[in-house]
Structure formats: C-alpha cells, structure tokens
C-alpha cells in the first residue's frame, strides 16, 4: 500500500524537475549577459583555454640565452623513453666543449606524453609545452625534427586560424 | 458570402493543407533547435553556439572583434539557430542506403506511413474557430472566399485524431520488420505493444473531460470550456492530466518512454536502418506528433485552445477592445491563435524538461505503469467525472 | 602558414555557390557515432559533457547507427580483433563520412607496437583528422573537430569523386 | 472539370469500396504474409472512408481506431514472428486446398444467392430500408447517439448475444493455448 501510494504521489519526480527548472532559469538569465555566468562550460574556441601548470604538451627543445641548444646529447631521454619516439645523432661543433645534437627527430604519432624524457633530462635541455593544438591532417606532419619551417622542435607550432591563442600574440 | 462550388472549396482545402506543411515545417526545426538548446541549459551547458566556420565571414568578423573587447557578441549564444538548415539540408543530401536483403516496397513505405498519419492528424485540430483569413478579390478561382482554421473540424473530432495516430503505429512495426535485422525487429515489437496498451489509458484519459463537456468537437470543447468547466479542465482534471501527459510521453515514443529506439540496448531500435531523409522523416514524425499531443493538451485540459489562461478572457476582453489600439485587438482578443501557439510551446517544453529530467525505464517497468497503474487511474477518473456531470447536469 | 586567408571581399559577400551551402550544412551539423574502443573514449564522453560541451558545435547529437552518422572518432586501441569491425562500421556509414583518429593508438598503435595491434587506423579506414596525445584533451578533440569542420568546408564533390573512383580504378 | 468532380464526389462511396477491394485482393493474392497484412490495412482503411461518406462518420472512426489501430496490429504481430518459409507448414496449408476450395464454391453461391434476392428481389424494398423508429430519431440526434440507441436498445439482445459469442471465442483460444503449454 505504502508502495502504491509512492508511486502515485511521485514526488521525487517533482524534486527533480524543481532542480532541472532552475538550472534552466539560472542559465537562460545568465547566459547572454557575461557577468556571472551560471553555466560550466570552457568556451574553448571563443576564450582561450586554460592549462594547469603541469600540464604535458608537446615536446619542446630549449635554447640558451646565447642562443645555443642546450642539448649535450647524453641520449638519457632516447634510452628512457617507453615508446622510443626520440632519437638523436650527435655531432661537433666548433668552439664548443660537450656534443651537440645534429638530429633531434620526435615522432609526435607515438608519445604518450609520460615526461620521462624531461625528467630524465641532466641539463633541462628539453620540456613539455602547453600547446595542446596539434591535430594534422597528415601522419607525416606528426614527425618533428630540428629542421621544418611548419612545425619544429623549437618553438610552438603555428596553429590554423581557429585558434584565439595565436590571435593574442 | 456566396457558397464555394466544389472546385473552390477543393483548391481552398488544399490551401489549407499546405498552411498546415507550413505550420508544421516551421514548427518541428524550432522544436529540435530548442531540444538542443533547452537540453543544455537544464544540463548547466550552453547548447548548440556555434555553427561551422562561424569564425569566417561578417559574423565571425564582427564576434571575432567583440570577443578581443572584451565583450560577449550579442548573437553569441543564440547562433546555433542556424544549425536547423544546416540539419535539414545534410539529411536530404545524404546518401540513402537500401540494404540488401531488406523488404524493399516496405522499407520505402514505413516512413512515409509514419509521415502521412501524423500530418493527417493535423486536419481535425482547428488554429481558429470559424474564418482564419478571407482570400483577396483579385485571386482568379478563389478570391474573395474564406478560409476557415481547420482543414476539417469533424464532430469527431477527438476520435479522428486516436484513430489516425493510432495508424502510425504501423510506421514503426513495419520498419522494424522491413529492414531485416535483429535489433529493429525487436524495437518495432516493442513500440507495437507499448504503443497499443498506452492508447488505453490516453483515450480513457481524454474521455474524462469530453464527458464534462459533452461533446468530441474541438470548437465546442472550448466553448464549454468557457462556460461550464471552472476555467481550466486542468483544475477538475488534475489527475486526468498527468495520466494523459504521461502517456503522451509514451505514445510519442520520447524519453523516458523510449523503448522503441532504445539506443543503450537497442542500437537504435526501430530506424536502424535508415538513413538520410527517410531517417529525417521518422525524425520528422516524432516531432509532430508531440505537437499534436500538445495541440490535444491544450484543448481538453488549458482551458481550450484560444482563451486567455485563467479565465482572464471575460474581464480583460471589452477592456481591450476599448483601450487598445485597432490593430492590437485581434492580435489580443478572442479568438486568438496566440495563446493556442503558446499552450503548445509550453508543452512543447515540458516534453523537453521530462527528458532532461527522468532516467529511462525498464521495458517491463513501462509495462507495468501503463496496466497496473494508469488504466485503473483513469477508470477512476472517469467515473468521478461522469458523477460531477450527472450531479451538475 | 599553410591556410589561405579569406580577402576582405569574401568575408563580407555571401558567396551563393550551391556547393558551399551544402559543405556548410555538412560541415554544420556533423553527427558523430557512439563509438569508443578505450581511454580516449573517456575523453570523448567528457567532451560531450557539461564541462566541455560537444553540442555546441552542433554535434551532439551522437547517433547510435552507423547509418545516421557522419562522423566516426576513432578513439581507442585498434586491435586486431576490432579491425574487422571498424571496418564493416565504416563500411555501413552513409556518404559522406569522415574519420577522426584521436589518440597516439589510433593514430599508429601508440605504445602498442606488437602482434595485436593494428599501426594506425589508417591501415584499414581512411582518416581525415589526426589528433594526437594520450588520451588527448576534449580541447585537443575540439581542435581536431574544427579543422576537419574546415577541411569539410574547402572540400569540393569533384575531389571527393576523384577520390573514390581513383581507388575503383 | 467541374461535372467530373461533382461526379466523383457523388460517387466516393464506390470508390473506397473499389478500394477496399483491392486492398483485399492485395491480402489474399500477395505471397508475403506482411505484405497480406498492408493490404488488409488498406482495406479496413478504405472500408473507414466507405461510413465516412454514406455520413456514418462515427462509424468509421471506430472502424479505424478499433480494426486498424488495433486488431490489424495483432495480426501483424503474429505475422511478423511466424515464417511461413518452413516446408512442413507449407505442405500442411497445401494438403487443404481442395476441402478449402469446396467450402468456397458453397460459401460464394449461397452468398450470390442472398446478394442477387436482397438487391433485385421482391422484398428488396424492405430489406434496403432502416426501421422507421431509427430514421425518425436519426433526424434530430447526433451520429454517435442514433448508434448507440440503435446498439443498446433496438437491437440489444443480438448485441449481447455477439459479445458472449466473441467471448467464448477468446476463453476458448486461452484454453487450446493453455493445454499445449502443459
């Protein structure tokens, strides 16, 4: 009987279209007008997003205030690398004490983007950037190399005109 | 007024048929557009924004420009409007696929069963009563003839729209079989027997307040509405309208009543198979249909389909014809299809708000609410509104 | 930068050619398939939740069917045991269809680089877009999202032609 | 132009009725079974527009909200879930063909018979014509009251007699489905 009742009286329908109602009030309100906006969604392509600071993008190498590539070659991050995606070839340089990378090739298609490399790293040579806009339309534009004027291991690839990101620089 | 010979009154009908595709192809790309929009925001999301390439062109140019202000473009949230052609136009230009060992004659026919019975429906349901529009002189057949609001406002009404809807049923169960495969097999099934033993309690639900008022006539209804019934047959008929809502829910087949197209068991029950336009057409069928269980909603239990809510009509209608500027008081006044208009979008939205709501039933649960439960309600619920019009009348 | 940028001419004209409305309605409303394989999947469902919200793309709609979708993401490990479905999924889509590898295992096996997995889904259906990371962020998926939107928009029916009957012969 | 839908019009009645035919044709002849079941829809459907145009418009509304809504659906139900395509129910249809075409020939001759004395016989007059109680109240009732007068008092007994003969039909077919089961 009391189970009858229950379902005759529905009122946890009701508590539940209460709640729905007014979400859909609070937002229908606030959405259009910026102030506080009541809704959760990261307007992604419209504001730029926000990573966290430990965020694992791409990889990056660095360069030194001379300009040089901090790189020495210890090839610590080609050996500890679980998907082996780095490899490096070292060469001379004149004028210049440890080796220095004359390959550095990144295959992007493979990373799982562990950090290992960059932890790995004895002399902070290479870290893992924000940039998370890296879909391609061709599998080869996923293999990065210190040559390339599209995307290459210095800097943070130029994205296509969808992104906001670039549009602030 | 001179009567209409038989070609007028032919040419004059298909007129009005044609206002009727009209109403309804306006209406159902509105109603998806605000399923996207609605479903988002009782979700905390912000639906359908943006439409592709929306940063490209004028209108990108000028978001682009407010965004870098600092200032929320005025269109931004409401530009996904456009999404519904969008929707339309890719449907009927995409590939359609007959598969092989499918009935190809009834492959082809189910939608268009599923199409045809709902619109049907749509001739019994009057916007207006009496003169919609009288057509201009200087047409060459018909000028000069009115234009009434209902293809035909049958005396039987009511059971001309149950038996057509129930009709449609047959769009369903023979797409199911048609396509040759398990899952939509099982979906038309299940949609024959959910929709069958739902008609019950729905039929048994409307009677209530046709009892009350005495009469199937869509136009009579409201007028008893007007005079008998305290305002509103929501108020005497409370239960009646919940059990008739509920099973609204189920005859249209939407959440949380969606057994025939079940997408978490049933890949996607009934209309596996289809694709493109004679996907949009099921598509198409569910929508109208929910309008036409909303048009019903708003005639038998809100108070009629062109009175002012809570009886407002009687004080506020000779105030209106005397203040008002000429061109409002029709706009304003009795009749009005406005507030018919309305009703239905607010039921419309209700559809909507269920869905974002209540998780889904189990197959023999929707079973059982429908035998157990809702045919004794109503059964109840007529005899008590058969005693109150015996007492009354 | 590889992407033409639009002249001030065209940005404000509406060209009328009949093939862009119809790239533009296809682009418009993309209805991708329920169709998940591993963690990327998760990531795919979290794109279409609240936070991140798929739908304001207008492909939110995800259909059940292969054949109501346009869009397949291939988001997961593609074994060998799965090929063959992914294949016949492929297969009962509708054209147009498009294709999204998201993640380093779709992409070309990821991690996996041993008996049971295929070296990218490429191998057996062809991909427009791919996104890599693993698993990629909803952003990273947006941004996929919107440059296949874009390859959609430049497309052109006598490419796509070419394409199919190149490869009948 | 004007003539020719005139005419059509006065004669609707005969086309639904030619419609209905076909439908039926379309049931009996179609090799499909599912396909049998459209065509016994559209019949139904077409006997539906049949009462609409002789005025019963009652009639036909339950004509298609009871046989087209709701027992063509159980047909097709059942349709649906048997496959006739199995060889030993064929033979076992085939096997009754000549007793079935006997019965038909009998069944067809006594029907002309009955059909050629009503429409063309002496008591045809009589027979054509609704009871005068009827037609007098017909004239100032609405459709659905005249039927159900008709129903519930003219002819109540046949009425009641047709219910308890459906009914035992039905406790007969849970009997004969009942003991199968065991």
Redesign the interface.
Known sequence: MKKFLKTLIPFDIAKGLTITGTHFAKVFLSANRRKVPFHVVSEYPEVPAKMQPRFRGRLQMLKDEAGEIKCVCCLACEKICPTQVITIESGKKEGRKTKLPTRYDFEMERCIFCEFCVESCGFDAIILNHQFELAVYNREDMSLSMEGTFQNMFGVSPVAKFSVADEEK | MPTP???QS?IIALLQAILVVVFIFVVVPLTLYAE?K????????????????S????T??V??NM??LG??P?L???R?I??L??????MI?????LPTKA?K??FF?APAISFCASVIVFAAISFVPGTLFVLPKFIPIVGGLPVSGAVGD???GL??I???A??G??GI??AG??SNSKYP?LG??RS??QI?SY?VPLTLSLLAPVVMSGS?QFSEMSRSMAVGLPYWGIVPQFLGFFIYLTCGFAETNRLPFDMPEA?NEL??GF??????MK?GFFYLAEYINMTVVAALASAFFLGGPWLMPFGLHGVLNPFFTAHLPAFLVPLLCEPHAIFFVVKIIFILFVYI??R???PRYRYDQVMAVAWK?LIP?TLVNLMLAAAVRYLTV | MGVMQPSALEQILITTKVEKVMNWSRATSVWPMTFGLACCAIEMMAAGAARFDFDRFGCGIFRATPRQADLMIVAGTVTYKMAPTIKLLYDQMPEPKWVIAMGSCATCGGPFDSYHTIQGVDKIIPVDVYIPGCPPRPESLFYGFMKLQDKIMSSSLADRYREIFEEVG | MEQLLIKIGQNLFLVFGLMALGGAATMVLAKNAVHSVIGFLFAMLSMAGCYLTIGAEFMGVAQLLVYAGGIVVLFLFVVMLVELSKSREKGLFQRQTPFALVLVVAGAVAFVGVFWRTIFGSSAAEALTLSPNLMAQGEKLGNAQMLSRGLFAEYLLPFEILSVILLVALVGAVVLAKTERV
Do not use: C, P
């Open positions: 010979t038989l070609t032919l996207r609605v479903l988002g925001y009782l979700q905390l999301r912000l639906g359908a924004t943006r439409v592709a390439g940063l490209t062109g004028l990108g140019f978001n682009r965004w870098k200032k929320v005025m931004s949230y409401w996904g456009v999404m052609v969008g929707d339309v136009v890719k230009i995409k590939e359609d696929i009935d004659f009834v026919i049958v005396n039987v059971l001309w149950l038996g057509i129930s009709v049923v047959y169960v023979l079989w048609a097999l038309g099934l024959g027997a069958v008609e199937l997408e890949v996607a209309h596996t198979e289809y694709s493109g996907f708000w269920v974002g709501t209540i439960y309600l």
